[in-house]
């Protein structure tokens, strides 16, 4: 049962324009979510997060936004680059989860020239 | 910044081996973890460590064992290797004793193939 669930396994966006990338969790005792990017043969590095108590974070041209009434969480790129091609992996945590980061299976985000 | 290593970043082994993984952080952090990565199941949680000779069974630790004699070091240990258990391995670790809230670290990984 994946608490955490990524339902695009990859996404094209065209160079300049907004990549969003969605995430649904299930587990409302989740209260701080994370975007993490994985490049090929390097181990994933931590993006951006959010605790429960916000709706937006902001950090340069990545932006998460969390709806918790639908338990779904996005992250917004903009404007994409092509270093951004990248798999996006969402994860989430909170006192019900045992205290461990439970992620999702990744979307690979590929930004076409 | 942190460092994470982990000691192979490709190994082939053959099934009934006893396989060993080691990580090591440089940054004094209490937790270490090891996930493996497989296509379309993400990162799923294998053990982790928050103290030094202490460990918590992750979501799928049949098949595995771990040790942290130092807190720099964690080691996965496959007792008798099975062709399921080719996958990437992935290392981390984060600062504080509170799980929940922490950035976790990553390693570069090491793909294991097991014939």
Redesign the interface.
């Known amino acids: 049962d994946q608490q955490v669930k990524q339902n695009s396994p990859s996404l094209s966006v065209q160079e300049g324009r907004i990549s969003i990338l969605n995430c649904d969790y299930t587990n409302s005792m989740f209260d701080y979510f994370l975007w993490y990017k994985k490049y090929p043969a390097e181990g994933p590095t931590f993006l951006i997060s959010i605790s429960s108590i916000k709706d937006k974070n902001e950090d340069g041209r990545f932006t998460v936004f969390l709806n918790k009434s639908a338990k779904h969480l996005s992250l917004h790129i903009v404007p994409s680059q092509p270093g951004d091609s990248a798999v996006y992996f969402c994860a989430a945590s909170g006192y019900s989860s045992a205290s461990k980061i439970i992620f999702g299976s990744g979307t690979r985000l590929s930004i076409r020239p | 910044d942190v460092k994470?290593t982990q000691s192979s970043?490709y190994l082939v082994k053959r099934t009934g081996e006893k396989v060993f993984l080691e990580c090591v952080q440089d940054m004094d952090h209490e937790n270490m973890f090891w996930?493996r990565q497989d296509p379309?199941?993400?990162?799923?949680?294998i053990y982790?460590s928050y103290d030094v000779k202490m460990k918590e069974k992750?979501d799928i630790p049949e098949g595995y064992s771990v040790s942290r004699e130092k807190k720099e070091r964690f080691s996965l240990i496959l007792e008798s290797a099975s062709t399921n258990q080719t996958s990437m391995y992935?290392c981390?670790s984060s600062l504080e004793r509170?799980?929940?809230?922490n950035?976790?670290?990553?390693?570069?990984?090491t793909r294991l193939t097991v014939l």
């Open positions: 994470v970043r996930y379309g199941l993400g990162l799923r949680l982790f992750g992935l981390a509170e799980l929940s809230y950035e976790q670290f990553f390693g570069p990984g």
